[in-house]
């Protein structure tokens, strides 16, 4: 199963028995399984990523049909599926930000590790990233470096785990 696969049916998860079934959405019409134009746009999304040079997807159904969280759905799901499954999209300058993820900036990334137990600050991150011992940034905005907070943890568990050697 692809990524961009996963990410929907972990949302709709009745999804996956009916790929499992081997049931298409116009065939879906016709059985027991009675899917509304939402659930019908996710299926033939995910038939389009699990065979994409058999199944067709037209995105006017993604303006038809979905709008709030399951557009967003769909479009992260299309970006993971170029930018990961298939890999046709190698260097991605884009990057969707929502209100909840939790970007740290320079020092914001050092009172982080400060607060559990490096021996950081901003201008050891500065040198550290020069050097290549920081991680990338995640995020780059007019010249401001933030890092997502998964990239904070797993920089701060990489660190710890060097330290206790």
């Not at 019908?40 to 040079?53: G, I, M, W, Y």
């Amino acid at each position: 199963m692809k990524k961009a696969t996963s990410l929907i049916v972990k949302q709709l998860p009745f999804i996956e028995k009916i790929l499992q079934s081997g049931e298409s959405v116009n065939r879906t019409e016709d059985s027991s399984v009675k899917l509304n134009e939402v659930e019908k746009t996710f299926l033939q999304l995910v038939l389009f990523f699990e065979n994409p040079e058999k199944e067709n997807f037209k995105i006017a159904s993604l303006y038809k049909h979905l709008d709030d969280e399951w557009l967003e759905l769909a479009l992260q799901a299309i970006y993971v599926f170029f930018s990961e499954d298939t890999y046709l999209m190698k260097t991605s300058t884009f990057s969707v930000i929502k209100e909840n993820d939790a970007y740290k900036n320079q020092t914001q990334f050092a009172q982080y590790l400060k607060s559990n137990g490096l021996q950081y600050d901003r201008s050891k991150i500065n040198v550290y990233l020069k050097r290549g011992i920081i991680p990338k940034p995640d995020l780059e905005i007019a010249g401001s470096k933030y890092w997502k907070g998964s990239t904070c943890e797993a920089f701060l568990k990489k660190e710890q785990a060097r330290t206790k050697q």
